[in-house]
């Protein structure tokens, strides 16, 4: 099991910088929840979460296998964003900062 | 570049789904064979061993006539010893030994995941000429080039990079699972096509040798894998201490900076004055498949020669390491499954989307060859599905026959092709309703497989879980959650066929 974190922490920080990037675009942002505004900074934010996720496989996992890690990892962690978009959109709610409280009352399921 | 596109995808994705999906199962090939081999369901090994007390009686005996044998080491995935040799009636022979009493387990007759589906991955099993050899090279061009395209022909690969609509319809969410698994997986399945391709690079290119090595061509192997050969001499001699040369063979890796165990050794003419031991090193903890060997005289265990990877084959061996993935490191395994069952995933949708575009009209101008593709195109993807699991039932329910051990193998494959031919049929048969009622018998094969399983073996889940054999619990899990998932693309596919009112309004 221990091996599994660095693993583990890698997915959730590509997965956060993917989720970020989708919700820079309207379309995701429409559905995820409407009328909020897209934050500042993502490119920033979502290419330093991808470094740090490689610089972790790199030192935890060594050259070879964390590279092919970083490599498998990026794919799934993009994927399962896709999907959260598709089946559970409100679940990225909070990473968005809503205007007003009635787009909260407007929710999309 | 669409109609390229489409084009090879059209030509190429059944042979392409085929190596995908074997290909995936052969991450998993071990754990296959220890559920087709019910045999060789041991506890994990001892963690020392002495050969020289295991090769005794029946398997001695065994490997006294032929001319040479390999002897693989357990490991944590294959928990036996494993021998290969040549027989002079029955051809190559691969047998297990107990690794704690060197008992002889009986041959099942069944060639499972490292004998059938995984060379099937690379050769398609068409021998003659290499043939399956270059179709796979071809397919494995073609999978580059159609991964190429395909980025060029997307319209809106930005604005619609992390786009699913799975309630849409059933054309659309095929297009955009299609999209998504091609741009999202792309660097895994560039990288896996390209180092597939690499493995194989002195079949594709025979000249290479022939120019680097005018006079002998043999000179290419033993420079390059430190292949290594020497003629019997005819008199009789018996064979050193194996543990006294894998204790020197562990020392001098020690010595040279890369320590590690010994996986596998190879003996040439046993018995004989000249006899010769090879000693491979093992490379579980790398991603590269090092060629780091020592061959030992062996009668007397001298050391005769040492093999070191050279840099250029250590990139060759990089490639095909990542490609093998022998080592032992679970996550990547999984993600490596992943990531080839997203290439079946890519391939099939992107069929069943070529054929849903293409059915209403070839049905009006009432053309015969669109039926023909369908029918390829089911056969391709569910009738795969149903080849293999036919191929597992086949195992648990033939009889096993100690007596003709390569009869029984012949039956399982004939099993499984022969299962590949009926779905082609019955897809031309009844084109309408193929893919829901292939995909129902897909599901009911592979809850067949897990019972049958249970009631022949005696390990159903409950007890392969409790008991801590992951492999054969994982593999019933598996074929639990395929049997899932055929249904839910069944009813999937069943509900496209008959649209919603809404979905009528809009047209």
Redesign the interface.
């Known amino acids: 099991m221990a091996?599994?974190w660095p693993?583990l922490l890698a997915f959730l920080l590509a997965y956060l910088a993917?989720a970020r990037?989708?919700l820079a675009?309207a379309?995701?942002r429409q559905a995820v929840a409407p009328g909020a505004s897209a934050g500042r900074g993502t490119r920033v934010f979502s290419a330093t979460l991808l470094g740090s996720s490689l610089a972790l496989l790199l030192v935890a996992e060594g050259g070879?296998?964390g590279a092919?890690?970083w490599?498998?990892?990026?794919?799934?962690a993009?994927?399962c964003?896709?999907?959260t978009?598709?089946?559970r959109p409100h679940w990225l709610r909070w990473l968005l900062r809503t205007r007003t409280e009635h787009a909260d009352a407007n929710e999309l399921r | 570049m669409t109609r390229l596109h489409s084009w090879a995808g059209v030509l190429l994705g059944g042979v392409l789904l085929a190596i995908f999906w074997t290909g995936s199962l052969s991450l998993f090939d071990r754990e296959i064979d220890r559920w087709m081999q019910p045999a060789t369901r041991l506890p994990a090994p001892p963690a020392a061993l002495s050969l020289d007390r295991l090769l005794h009686g029946q398997a001695a005996s065994l490997i006294a006539t032929a001319p040479a044998w390999t002897l693989s080491l357990p490991t944590a995935r294959t928990p036996t010893l494993q021998l290969d040799y040549q027989d002079p009636v029955q051809g190559p022979v691969r047998r297990h030994l107990d690794p704690r009493t060197g008992a002889l387990l009986p041959d099942e007759g069944s060639w499972a995941g490292t004998r059938f589906l995984f060379p099937f991955h690379f050769s398609l099993h068409l021998r003659w000429r290499d043939l399956g050899y270059w179709l796979v090279g071809a397919a494995g061009m073609g999978m580059l080039m159609l991964l190429a395209s395909g980025v060029v022909a997307h319209r809106k690969l930005i604005a619609e990079f992390f786009t699913f609509r799975p309630r849409k319809r059933l054309q659309r969410s095929l297009l955009d699972l299609h999209n998504l698994t091609g741009v999202l997986v792309l660097p895994f399945h560039f990288l896996i096509s390209l180092s597939g391709l690499a493995i194989f690079c002195l079949i594709y290119f025979p000249g290479v040798a022939q120019s680097l090595y005018p006079e002998d061509r043999a000179q290419l192997p033993a420079e390059a894998l430190g292949a290594y050969a020497r003629p019997a001499s005819g008199v009789v001699a018996p064979l050193g201490s194996l543990d006294a040369m894998l204790r020197q063979a562990a020392q001098r890796w020690e010595q040279d900076g890369h320590p590690g165990a010994a996986y596998q050794l190879r003996v040439g003419h046993p018995g004989d004055r000249a006899a010769f031991v090879e000693i491979r090193r093992s490379f579980d903890r790398e991603v590269s498949m090092n060629v780091d060997r020592l061959i030992f005289d062996g009668v007397t265990g001298a050391l005769l020669q040492q093999h070191r990877t050279p840099p250029v084959v250590g990139v060759q061996r990089f490639l095909t390491g990542l490609h093998f993935v022998q080592f032992e490191h679970w996550t990547l395994r999984w993600l490596y499954f992943a990531g080839g069952l997203g290439g079946c995933l890519l391939i099939g949708s992107g069929l069943l989307f070529w054929a849903g575009a293409r059915r209403a009209r070839h049905a009006r101008q009432g053309r015969s060859g669109a039926r023909l593709v369908e029918a390829l195109t089911v056969a391709a993807c569910v009738g795969l599905v149903i080849a293999t699991l036919a191929f597992f039932v086949a195992n648990r329910l033939l009889p096993v026959d100690i007596a003709a051990p390569p009869r029984r193998a012949t039956l399982e494959v004939q099993a499984f092709f022969g299962a590949w031919l009926l779905s082609l049929a019955h897809a031309a048969w009844r084109p309408a309703r193929a893919w829901g009622e292939q995909l129902q018998l897909a599901a009911g094969l592979a809850l067949l497989a897990v019972l049958l399983n249970g009631l022949t073996t005696g390990d159903h889940l409950l007890r392969s879980l409790s008991s801590g054999q992951t492999a054969i619990a994982g593999m019933d899990l598996m074929l639990l959650a395929l049997a899932g998932l055929c249904l839910l693309a069944a009813r999937r596919l069943q509900r496209a066929a008959q649209p919603t009112h809404k979905e009528r309004a809009l047209g």
Do not use: K, P
């Open positions: 091996d599994l693993a993917f990037l989708a675009q379309v995701h070879g296998f092919l890690l490599l498998l990892l990026l794919s799934a993009a994927f964003v896709a999907q978009l598709s089946w």
